[in-house]
């Protein structure tokens, strides 16, 4: 239905409803005669006279009453949803529709997600974590994560904090294997590889060479496209491995985990955030990309300082003495 005959049937229905034009002008913000030539355009369009008018009343034809009877119904569905649009636009209620990848994401993820949800238990979360990248705007994605560069043109992006790569090892696996004083040390290391997952390809180790990243392909003793069983696999001493500081940091922090080789640590990707305009999002998207931004921006539990790298290898050098 165009525009204007959506207007015309209002201000018929508005001069019915007060029992005059001239009210229903002034109601709808428009000059008598503008309404009275917008209900004869009506009139004209539909084939029919809907009024009796004179100077001080007007009456309903028979084909007026039943088209107001027809039109009524629907008017007062479409004042329920645009009221309803109105309001949702204001409330921190509803669905919220949420990606990002699937490779140790949901320790970042829950944390931010549990507390959005116990300030707004009205929240709906819908929550697909995948490595592939998909189309935002057919899957009406209202907040995403990604680790690298944004994945669609259109889509704002900031970055959170930087993905660390630390090559570690568990204290038991050093006092079996010894310690690789270098990164040609390596090669005779039992190392893990990460295997994507929609590829099968092997992800190359990023390591910094004199402030230049480089990838080095390894030879693994394991290789998985699971990150929480590369990290078990670690930490259980049977390989090493270099993990993404989100995935090592508490065990790094705990001694459960080794840095090694930190002159090559590499910090070249990071953890960003990426929604539409801000301007016509629903206010649960903003208060929730609010909440993301204060908790996840250099997130402390998560980005380790070169004081602290440095302190945990110190750690582990005073209670063991690795062979070399």
């Known amino acids: 239905m165009a525009l204007n005959e959506l207007r015309a049937i209002a201000t018929f229905t508005k001069a019915v409803e007060l029992g005059s034009i001239r009210r229903a002008a002034l109601a709808q913000g428009v000059t008598p005669q503008a309404a009275s030539q917008v209900i004869a355009q009506l009139e004209q ?21 039943q088209f107001l009877d027809n039109t009524r ?59 592939g990248i998909g189309d935002w705007v057919q899957d009406r994605v209202d907040v995403g994560f990604r680790i690298g560069v944004s994945p669609q043109e259109g889509v704002i992006g900031r970055l959170l904090f930087p993905m660390q790569l ?33 590829t099968g390809k092997v992800t190359p180790w990023f390591l910094d060479v004199d402030g230049d990243v480089v990838q080095r392909h390894m030879s693994p003793t394991l290789s998985t496209d699971d990150t929480e069983l590369e990290l078990e696999a670690v930490l259980s001493g049977q390989v090493l491995g270099q993990l993404a500081n989100f995935l090592a940091a508490s065990h790094l922090r705990a001694g459960r985990l080794v840095p090694i080789l930190l002159p090559h640590l590499s910090a070249h990707m990071g953890l960003h955030v990426y929604y539409g305009s801000r301007a016509a999002q629903p206010r649960r998207v903003r208060a929730f990309l609010d909440l993301v931004v204060a908790r996840l ?10 004081r602290e790298l440095s302190a945990a290898w110190q750690a582990w050098r005073r209670v063991a003495r690795p062979r070399r």
């Open 45 to 65: 369009h539909l084939g029919v006279r809907l009024l009796h008018r004179t100077t001080r009343s007007l009456a309903l034809t028979e084909e007026g009453q």
């Open 297 to 306: 921006t250099d997130a402390p539990e998560f980005v380790l300082s070169d």
């Open 166 to 198: 630390i090559v570690c090892a568990s204290p038991a696996y050093l006092a079996r294997h010894g310690l690789p004083a270098s990164l040609d040390d390596l090669a005779a290391h039992r190392c893990s590889v990460f295997r994507q997952r929609s």
């Open 73 to 131: 119904p629907a008017l007062a569905a479409l004042d329920r949803a645009l009221k309803v649009a109105r309001e949702g636009k204001d409330e921190i209620a509803g669905p919220l529709r949420i990606v990002g990848p699937k490779s140790s994401f949901a320790a970042v993820l829950m944390p931010v997600l549990d507390e959005f949800c116990n300030t707004h238990p009205d929240i709906q979360p819908d929550v697909r974590l995948d490595d």
